[in-house]
């Protein structure tokens, strides 16, 4: 007896006619003509598409609904406004503020399909763990509805003294298995290449992946990028990495670029698009032609980089827009990409959900029997028309159970 069990469903990749049972948790069985009375429930999807679940892989809940009433007009800016919104957090409250806020940003990502996110977490020197501490406080309280993977981030502004405070506090966390991925910003550091080397050797140290933020400007310098491939090689990390923007790749020249993403291929790094959060920010310093700065996601797909698309700041001094739908940012990265033929968009409807579980290395994420029933049923018949239509989610299943349900109801008087 199954669980669940959701009759004629379409697929992403163009398969239609599939039933898919659920039992425990996850998947049973993907196959054609399952009998209804073999599930305790069924889902008719009635030919629309039904798809593992999105997964948001680079997030900042500490970051999000921290919107005040100043316009950040660079990245600099948003660091500075986002550090007078924390200071204003009366003393002991930081873990309180990031929950409430975070909290009502997931339930946002759950009712529009994600069911896996990975979220930085600032350390900083003053604050100590708290936002660690409280981001694995949430991590555990939603745990039936998303997963959620942490990633720390040493902050910017605290000074070199601080910088070894917070890599003792990083060492510690990971030590107490606070932390999920060992990350960083590291170009924001006059010691970048220092920083990045000894980062890596923590995560090496408590044989942690890596999730790094990686030369996030428009200076045609991409000195980090090109570090993170060579050690990532050198440490056997292939497959572990993920570098965040890379949005400097945009700024070098075709030769230089294309080399680049060979040594990314070669190190098997996974490329994290920020489009929308890009797209705010960079290029304010450029007449026009203003650049997009945002990273060479044809090329990298073309190479064969696994390269995924993520939501990155909501509503925060970084960036004052964005729902945490993952939908919404696939059209747009299509766009922005220029992503739009029929199996291009297939292509970027995979970059918003296969391409973030092997970034983030959820082995047990997919569309198959013994992996997790984590899925979502669209109101369209395929993946390109979900990302066009930007289809209601009708059903978000996490774990085999209906966690949230969509629905509208449109009616044209003419
Ligand atoms: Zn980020």
Do not use: W
């Not at 946002?108 to 406080?137: D, F, M, P």
């Amino acid at each position: 007896m199954f669980d669940l069990l959701i009759q004629n469903a379409n697929i992403p990749g163009g398969q239609t006619g599939l039933d898919i049972a659920v039992a425990d948790g996850r998947i049973a069985s993907i196959d054609r003509n399952i009998p209804a009375n073999k599930a305790r429930e069924v889902i008719d999807a009635g030919g629309h598409l039904v798809s593992p679940g999105f997964v948001d892989s680079h997030m900042h809940l500490d970051k999000v609904l921290s919107l005040g009433d100043t316009e950040s007009k660079t990245l600099d800016a948003a660091i500075r406004n986002f550090t007078l919104y924390l200071q204003g957090i009366p003393a002991g409250m930081l873990g309180e503020d990031i929950r409430r806020r975070a909290e009502q940003v997931i339930r946002l990502a759950v009712s529009s399909g994600t069911t896996a996110l990975r979220t930085n977490a600032n350390v900083e020197a003053a604050s100590g763990l708290q936002g660690i501490q409280a981001l694995n406080e949430l991590k555990e309280h939603v745990r039936d509805v998303v997963d959620i993977r942490i990633t720390c981030l040493p902050n910017f502004y605290d000074g070199p003294e601080a910088q070894e405070q917070r890599l003792q506090l990083i060492d510690q966390a990971c030590g107490e298995g606070l932390i999920d991925f060992v990350g960083g910003a590291n170009h924001h550091h006059d010691n970048c290449a220092e920083l990045t080397e000894r980062l890596f050797k923590i995560a090496v140290k408590h044989d942690l992946p890596v999730d790094f933020h990686v030369d996030e400007s428009d200076e045609p310098n991409i000195a980090e990028f090109e570090q993170v491939a060579r050690l990532t090689m050198e440490h056997g990390y292939e497959g572990r990495v993920s570098c965040g923007h890379v949005t400097a790749l945009n700024a070098v020249d075709d030769v230089t670029a294309a080399r680049a993403i060979e040594h990314a291929r070669k190190a098997d790094l996974n490329i994290i698009t920020l489009p929308s959060c890009n797209l705010y920010l960079m290029g304010r310093t450029d007449k026009q032609p203003i650049r997009r700065g945002v990273t060479r996601i044809r090329e990298f797909v073309e190479a064969g980089v696994n390269i995924a698309y993520a939501s990155d700041n909501i509503r925060d001094p970084f960036r004052p827009l964005g729902n945490a739908d993952m939908l919404e940012e696939g059209l747009l990265t299509a766009q922005v990409a220029q992503m739009v033929t029929t199996s291009e968009l297939e292509t970027v409807f995979a970059m918003g959900t296969v391409n973030g579980a092997r970034a983030m290395g959820l082995t047990d994420y997919g569309l198959a029997p013994g992996k997790r029933a984590d899925l979502v049923i669209f109101d369209a018949t395929s993946a390109p028309e979900a990302l066009l239509s930007q289809a209601i989610r009708t059903h978000v299943i996490k774990n085999g159970r209906v966690v949230a349900r969509n629905s509208v109801t449109a009616e044209l008087l003419f």
